[in-house]
């Protein structure tokens, strides 16, 4: 995960709101389809209970591999702005 990602995960840990309007739009639900396709949210869900835990390596390699086609940089590229703002 690069700087710049680290950074968005941190302003939306510390802001639950935010997080939350992320979710409810296009792009939020988006990312939640990228990060659930395949196991139908199995491998979000322990890399979930594993960051809670303090362990985020299952969640940075998930974000790493949306982040390596097109549409998944470009997802959270708009992402990043929006937190941003």
């Given amino acids: 995960m690069d700087e710049k990602t680290a950074q968005m995960a941190e302003q939306l840990r510390k ?5 939350k309007s992320l979710m409810q739009s296009r792009d939020g639900q988006t ?15 322990r ?6 835990k303090g362990d985020t390596t299952a ?11 097109q ?8 992402i990043n702005k929006a937190v941003q703002r």
């Fill in 71 to 78: 549409e998944g940089a470009e997802l959270v590229e708009r």
């Fill in 47 to 52: 890399a979930v209970q594993s960051a809670a």
């Fill in 31 to 45: 990312l939640m389809q990228m990060l659930t396709q395949g196991d139908r949210g199995a491998g979000l869900q």
């Fill in 59 to 69: 969640m940075v390699q998930m974000v790493n591999q949306i982040m390596q086609s």
């Fill in 15 to 19: 802001n639950p709101a935010m997080l």
